[in-house]
């Protein structure tokens, strides 16, 4: 079966959509609310970028071996999205009454973080049940592909939508789209396979097997160490970027957002070329390639520095925005792809939890390092630094069995 033919991969391509879109607006307002309606400083701003991050250094492994203890991975993904609506409405109704707070939106960016692994770890186990593993590239591709559309529009509405009613109340349509994106997971109709759950066996085993699963591969770890690597740098300079182009670069909302708006536009792209560069290289390659964009565009953002026209600023910043997003697209593509078709079904959440501590670990850990190093160093002394450390990514790829990883094999 064709995969556009496919309505249950159709409903969970839709609710996907109409999530991001309004993540996007989530991910420019809560920074932005700090920033304008609390006057956050360098070290907050990392704190707060480090919360929505921190489960997945606390929770990914656990949390991957209860998913593959549970039956039912979609209504994981349901009462994610529920979940993520409730703490969102939170925002804007503190600001109505007046009582917003950083506390507040640390624990709210926390909270949805915790909740936002659960479905990341449930949705990469769910995708093989509902498409065929010589597909997942494709499928993966879509979904990214619409993905990087939404993050096109979303930023740019943030960015007017932050000037229209408040950061605060824009956090408000991000609620809404979690809602969206429930029901229409609540619509799929492709039964879930049964599955061995030995829940008997000590948390410590399952923990382990995930670990040893990806360290014992040389593939697996060469993507989680390359993506770690990407994740820690790329984190250090997205912490301190709003502040940065709202304080020092003198941007508006809508400025800020037009830029964040051209990563999206190089993510789309990305997303786009992602099969056709990996018909062409093989899916070990393009990820080589991938990451040799990456610090490219981290090393454009800190061209953009006080002083200069504040168009020509928002241009660097929507340049290396653009840049990154492509390498990123390509890169994530790829390695879905891969991991997905390479996984025995049985593995799925432990290694998805095991994979997750260890590449998404170091975005609240670089963060962190973005905003200390912000408040110690200046702003822009950090941005170049992080742009230097970025080169670190290459050798994980370089150096590994991605160089002659052929083409995903079809199913048995």
């Known amino acids: 079966m064709k995969l556009l033919a ?31 309606t609390l006057h956050a400083g360098s070290f907050q701003m990392g704190l707060l970028s480090a919360a929505s991050m921190l489960p997945w250094l606390l929770f990914a492994l656990p949390a991957g071996v209860w998913t593959d203890r549970r039956p039912r991975r979609r209504r994981i993904l349901i009462a994610a999205d529920l979940g993520r609506a409730a703490i969102l409405l939170t925002v804007p109704a503190a600001a109505a009454l007046d009582v917003l707070s950083f506390a507040q939106l640390a624990v709210v960016a926390f909270a949805a973080g915790t909740l936002t692994l659960f479905f990341a770890l449930s949705w990469v186990s ?49 609620a809404c789209s979690f809602l969206v994106s429930a029901f229409f997971l609540a619509r799929i109709r492709t ?42 740098f790329g984190s250090a300079q997205l912490a301190i970027v709003v502040l940065y182009a709202s304080a020092e670069l003198g941007m508006s909302p809508g400025l800020i957002g037009l830029a964040f708006a051209a990563g999206a536009v190089g993510a789309l792209i990305g997303a786009v070329l992602a099969p056709r560069v990996t018909t062409r290289l093989g899916p070990g390659r393009a990820i080589l390639w991938a990451t040799v964009l990456f610090p490219i565009g981290l090393a454009i953002l800190p061209l953009a520095s006080p002083g200069q026209p504040r168009l020509v600023s928002a241009a660097i910043v929507a340049l290396s925005e653009f840049v990154g997003g492509i390498g990123v697209m390509v890169f994530d593509v790829n ?3 891969l991991r997905q078709a390479v996984t025995p079904p049985e593995l799925m959440g432990r290694s998805a939890g095991a994979m997750s501590f260890l590449t998404q670990s170091a975005k609240p ?7 200390a190093l912000g408040a110690a160093l200046g702003l822009h002394t950090t941005l170049w630094l992080a742009a230097a450390g970025g080169l670190l990514v290459i050798p994980w790829t370089v150096f590994s069995p991605l160089r002659s990883r052929g083409p995903i094999p079809a199913a048995d």
């Not at 494709?138 to 939508?161: E, R, V, W």
């Not at 061995?196 to 993507?223: C, K, M, N, T, Y």
């Open 6 to 36: 496919n309505r249950d991969f159709l409903r969970l391509w839709t609710g996907e959509t109409v999530s991001v879109f309004g993540s996007q607006i989530t991910l420019l307002a809560l920074p932005l609310a700090a920033v304008l």
């Open 191 to 232: 039964p879930e396979q049964e599955r061995p759950i030995e829940a008997a066996r000590p948390w410590r085993h399952d923990l382990a097997v995930g670990l040893r699963f990806v360290g014992r591969d040389g593939l697996q770890r060469s993507i989680a160490g390359s993506a770690a690597t990407l994740n820690f």
């Open 126 to 174: 769910y995708l093989p049940t509902i498409v065929p593993r010589e597909q997942l590239v494709d499928a993966n591709s879509k979904l990214m592909t619409s993905t990087s559309a939404a993050q096109i529009a979303g930023p740019t509405f943030a960015g007017a939508l932050v000037g229209l009613v408040t950061a605060p109340f824009a956090i408000l349509v991000d």
């Open 335 to 337: 390695t879905a792809g």
């Open 365 to 371: 850990l670089g963060s962190l390092f973005g905003g």
